[in-house]
């Protein structure tokens, strides 16, 4: 039997879907924002070494990209809530693995353990899609524009947390640094419990039964089907490209600021403030990037993430490992790029997919940002230990220049006929 959803249904499932998106998002962004910081100083303090800080970082890129089909494929045949749970829920686990490895100061262990709390940012990353299921092609980039805002709470809270949390892991007889996993492991559980209980109905279910109800073809879809579904569709592949690039730009410089600034004896505190105000850049305007990308468009925004990142990447290389507000700058404007290429990548490939096929392609999008991520942590800490902090922001320009190239292209600046929902 067929299930019948009419329009005023769907704007309720959708306001009550991103209402639930959005709190998911704040726990998540805790957990998430506050263990990066304390996952590579762990790394480094064990292994005494600079060049193995990048690592905590690259291993949860890792866990990110490796899962994030796997997710696709849940979500594809079983939802969204099952998908965003089941990542959330790897993650719990992982924060507690961390703890118990940085009690054993065990450095294989606690790359396993980030590599799981990284599967909570596939979870997190693919929320985002989630808000646009239902959304109107006129309004996805501000819906999902919302859900990666509600993380702003959480992601900038969680870095400012590190004292806070490290006395709660001394209070629990534990290392200090291992205190933001505890917490981490706490809000990742709240997350799934929210998921579980009130993303009922499932968006992208309720999308295809949308669909079914207008008497639209469909089909049970597959996750190669969505690959696929990018041949000949090279808007797509940039907005991919475009994601992809701001992500692993971000994640070189930002990984390494840490290490930078501990290199010259900055405080703990001075060390969170600065990646808050980071984190701040990556959330707290994302609904006007998500208006600007409505308003003006996709092309345009991408093209103003590159010259924020570029800024950036030119300000934070020029300052010294103790010059906070300088970093601060720096960092605040890495985020803003950051979001800009995020949002407006994402919507450019929601609006060239198929919606039955959109979970596989955003899959997809998802594992190529999170594997350049990954490569990003791992060229960042090898180019810090070989050289310095100023020649890894010159390095990170170099994506910048390309995707400014392929924005240029021709091919990539025309439509497909997708529809919207």
Known sequence: MTVTVDAPDVAAVQRRAVATLSSGQVFSGIAIAGSIPAGSLIAASIADSEAVAGLAQTAGVVGAAVLALPLARIALSRGRRAALATGYGIGAVGAVIVVVAAVTRSLPLILVGCFAVGVASASGYQARYAATDLATEHHRARALSWVVWAGTVGAVAGPNLLNASGNLGLALGLPQLSGPYVVAAGCLTVTVALLLVLLRPDPYLTALAHRASRGEPSHRPRLRDGIEHLRGRPRAVLGIGAIAVGHVVMVMVMVMTPVHMAHVDVTLQLIGLVISVHVAGMYA??????????????????????????????????????????????????????????????????????????????????????????LGGIVAGIVVFASSYAVLNAVALIPLVGLGIAVSLPACRSHSNTRSI
């Open 285 to 374: 305007l994302s609904p006007v990037v998500g208006w600007a990308v409505d308003r003006f468009g996709r092309l345009q925004v991408v093209v103003g993430g590159i010259g924020i990142l570029a800024a950036a990447c030119v300000i934070a290389g020029l300052a010294p490992g103790d010059n906070v507000p300088m970093l601060g700058v720096g960092l605040f404007l890495l985020g803003l790029g950051w979001s800009c290429t995020l949002i407006a990548g994402s919507t450019i490939v929601t609006d060239e997919v198929e919606a039955t096929e959109r979970p596989a392609v955003q899959g997809l999008s998802d594992l190529v940002m999170n594997a350049a991520g990954a």
